[in-house]
């Protein structure tokens, strides 16, 4: 059964820039993983971020990016305002499935 | 706007099905797959499957092939899921999210989520 890891908890302060990231049992994420990374607050429905590593959807703030770091995807925050508290997903592309990460809660502090 | 709009909660005893929709509005409902993901209550989310509204064809997570079926009515740009043989622990928050392509372009409008109660 294939896993994919997330940090469970960061905290980081208003301003500051924050690093998630995301790896898979299966060894070094590559591109072909197509990393996703998703937002969700309390009661609401996720909100994509970022697809395919590094793009953004239209509505994705600027401050948000995605890369592939160590073998892993990550998704940097830069630049961190209040709002940004949450909970981010990063979802993994394996040949016709998907898989997502147990989450990270981002604190902001 | 892209829209989804899933229906209503339910309550459903364990054993029973239940089948939750999501319809489709603003883009043309036959280029987007349709993927499902649940979230148990203060749990993390889980990738379920996909449809494409197309050609009807389907891929389930492992986990639940054999007791989930997608299927739509392209006539009223509607998708379905229906999960059966239900067990307490299949009480989640059920989404259904859109994707352009099967990987590349990523889920990206989502549902606003169908609360599902399996209880006895």
């Known amino acids: 059964q294939t896993v994919v890891t997330q940090e469970p908890s960061l905290t980081v302060s208003p301003g500051g820039t924050v690093t998630l990231t995301c790896a898979s049992s299966?060894?070094?994420?590559?591109?072909?993983?197509?990393p996703n990374w998703f937002q969700q607050k309390p009661g609401q429905a996720p909100r994509a971020l970022i697809y395919s590593t590094s793009n953004k959807h239209s509505w994705t703030p600027a401050r948000f990016s995605g890369s592939l770091l160590g073998g892993k995807a990550a998704l940097t925050l830069s630049g961190v305002q209040p709002e940004d508290e949450a909970e981010y997903y990063c979802?993994?592309?394996?040949?016709?499935?998907?898989?997502f990460g147990g989450g990270t809660k981002l604190t902001v502090l | 706007q892209v829209q989804l709009v899933q229906s209503g909660a339910e309550v459903k005893k364990p054993g029973a099905s239940v089948k939750v929709s999501c319809k489709a509005s603003?883009?043309?409902?036959?280029?987007?797959?349709m993927h499902w993901v649940r979230q148990a209550p203060g749990q993390g989310l889980e990738w379920m499957g996909w449809i494409n509204p197309n050609s009807g064809g389907t891929n389930y997570a492992q986990k639940f092939q054999g007791r989930v079926t997608m299927t739509r009515d392209t006539s009223i740009s509607t998708a379905y899921m229906e999960l059966s043989r239900l067990r307490s622990d299949d009480t989640a928050v059920y989404y259904c999210?859109?994707?352009?392509?099967?990987?590349?372009?990523?889920?990206?409008?989502w549902g606003q989520g169908t609360l599902v109660t399996v209880s006895s």
């Open positions: 603003g883009y043309t409902f036959t280029g987007y797959y």
């Open positions: 299966t060894g070094a994420v590559t591109s072909g993983y197509y």
């Open positions: 979802l993994l592309y394996y040949g016709g499935t998907w898989v």
């Open positions: 999210a859109s994707s352009l392509d099967i990987a590349v372009a990523g889920l990206d409008y």
